[in-house]
């Protein structure tokens, strides 16, 4: 059965060109039952949301202005999820909004075991992205989705400012990270990582995390495109694992042992001649946050301070 979505639009919030992609994008996740629209509609500045929501049949809740400085159309979404919430006839809201403002109200939905997607600007508050189930960047699901590339450059005859996206984006490189990690953990229990499962933990720890972000169509060419993994299908399924090309933890143990074999180091020409050597080289990726804490674990090893710096040598006897 179909989950059910309760689409609420802050349409002082939001452009009126993105109503198309914002139902493009929710036929993945259910059926909309709920279709409402809030804002002062007597405006000049949306009139262009009277035109576009008769196609989908939204609802648009008239609320006019008693204050110029207080928003009575917020209000009205708000009092009205709240309405549908208790009555339990919906698996999902979807807040359409990048207006931080709503940050408790869409954390009191998921206390109430609710999935909330968030539908917004890329540069809407953290902590507003963090609170939802997912959120969606508004311009990233608006038909440019090959605007940002893994390169980050911008496409040509596409009218976003794509700089501004992307410093309001997870860099791929963290997203790599935690996947190594993932898949790594998995593997070190003698679990395999199907692709489904990958993507559901990443969405958990970035909650805008969406592969058309870096200009992939689909995870799975996300995936592939990184060179740490290899996808394998069987039958229906698409599994994750580490190639062969990431840095293995005891390779690096090895490298460092010969090295201080030669003599004190300094940690910092240390660390220079071991990225030479292994350019992927990640001590965080191996669940050590600098690379003194790394070195001193191999065994015979230690690390202290010396003549202003830190050097690794073999401790005597």
Sequence with gaps: MEKRIAL???????????LDSIFMELKNYGTVTYK??????????????????????????????????????????????????YTKNVDIFCIVSSDSDFTRLVTRLCDEGMEVIGMGKS?????????????????????????????????????????????????LSEIKKSMVEIVRENENLGNRTGLGGLKSSIQRLYKDFD???????????????????????????????????EVNEK??????????????????????????????FDVKSYGYSQLGTFVQSIEGIIVEPNKGGKYARFAEG
């Design 123 to 171: 540069d809407a508050s953290r902590t507003l992205k963090a609170a939802c189930t997912i959120y969606k960047n508004l311009e990233i699901i608006y038909g440019d989705s090959d605007e940002i590339g893994t390169t980050g450059q911008k496409n040509a005859g596409v009218g976003h400012k794509t700089e501004d996206i992307e410093k309001n984006i997870v860099p």
């Design 251 to 280: 390779t690096v143990e090895g490298f460092i042992v010969e090295m201080v074999k030669r003599g004190p180091i300094d940690l910092g020409r240390l660390g220079q001649t071991i990225h030479t050597e292994f350019p992927d």
């Design 36 to 85: 409402r629209m809030y804002g002062d509609f007597t405006l000049k500045t949306l009139a262009d949301w009277n035109h576009r929501a008769l196609a989908y049949a939204v609802v648009p809740i008239q609320q006019p202005r008693y204050s110029t400085a207080k928003n009575a159309a917020d209000i009205m979404l708000v009092i009205d999820a709240m309405d549908i919430m």
């Design 211 to 245: 592969e058309r972000n870096y200009g992939y169509s689909s995870m799975t060419k996300l995936v592939k495109e990184l060179k740490d993994f290899v996808v394998t299908q069987e039958r229906s399924t698409v599994y994750v694992s580490l190639s062969g090309v």
């Design 8 to 18: 609420l639009i802050d349409a002082e919030n939001t452009s009126a060109k993105y």
